[in-house]
């Protein structure tokens, strides 16, 4: 009889990653080696029925909806940039949690016909502009969004607020509150039931650790 595979589970490396690890030891679950120190990309974890993989953020979804792994851990705004085709999204981890803003300069007048917008989230930036009634031309960039507008490249921009304090040390205020963010858990909705009982028991350790405050 063949063995069968190991679930395989997308990371998102960096902040969420440091997060989401207490979450799966809570969970039971702990990958054999220092994913922090190595420069591997999978990881065999105690138990051998499942794997982790560990992506820049903005790649999860796309992993995860082609079933190239069957379940994930990523930012919802990386879900709200690039969609949920093809996910679940059946659990709020409650980690790395931050805002989705629109910022600018204080007072700056909205007085172009076309407000230059610079961010790396250009499809939810063109969907918060057009739902104000707002013309935006997007600029996209893929870091120090901050400093496009003390350029002059924009007129504000669409990012993720935690503590405020890039914006402040930049002189930029956060303008629009587009969405509150936090990692969630998605699942390829093919593995949701080709995988149930495995993917359903790893949903419900992972809720145990979020509902204990891990
Ligand atoms: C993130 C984000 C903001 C800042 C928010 O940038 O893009 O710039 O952190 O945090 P704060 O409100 O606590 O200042 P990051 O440092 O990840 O760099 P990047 O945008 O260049 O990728
Ligand atoms: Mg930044």
Redesign the pocket.
């Known amino acids: 009889m063949a063995m069968t595979q190991p679930l395989v589970m997308a990371l998102t490396k960096g902040r969420i990653l440091k997060e989401t690890l207490p979450l799966l030891a809570a969970a039971g679950i702990e990958p054999l080696e220092d994913v922090h120190s190595s420069r591997k990309l999978i990881f065999e974890t105690n138990r051998p029925d499942l794997r982790l993989v560990i992506l820049r953020g903005s790649d999860v979804p796309t992993y995860v909806r082609h079933g190239a792994a069957d379940v994930g851990v990523v930012g919802k705004d990386m879900l709200l940039e690039f969609g949920s085709e093809g996910l679940y999204e059946p659990l709020d981890l409650g980690i790395s949690r931050?805002r989705l803003m629109t910022a600018g300069f204080p007072d700056a007048p909205r007085s172009r016909p076309r407000l230059r917008v610079a961010s790396k989230f250009v499809n939810l930036a063109r969907r918060h502009y057009a739902n104000k009634g707002i013309q935006a031309e997007l600029i996209k960039l893929y870091?120090?969004?901050?400093l496009a507008p003390l350029m002059n490249l924009a007129d504000e921009i669409v990012?993720?607020?935690?503590?405020?304090?890039?914006?402040r040390a930049n002189g930029m205020v956060p303008l629009e509150h587009i969405a509150d963010v936090s990692s969630r858990l998605v699942v390829n909705k093919a593995a949701m039931r080709t995988r149930h009982s495995s993917i359903d028991a790893l949903v419900k350790a992972l809720r145990g650790a979020v509902e204990q405050g891990v």
């Open positions: 931050c870091g120090a969004m901050e990012d993720i607020v935690d503590t405020g304090n890039t914006l």
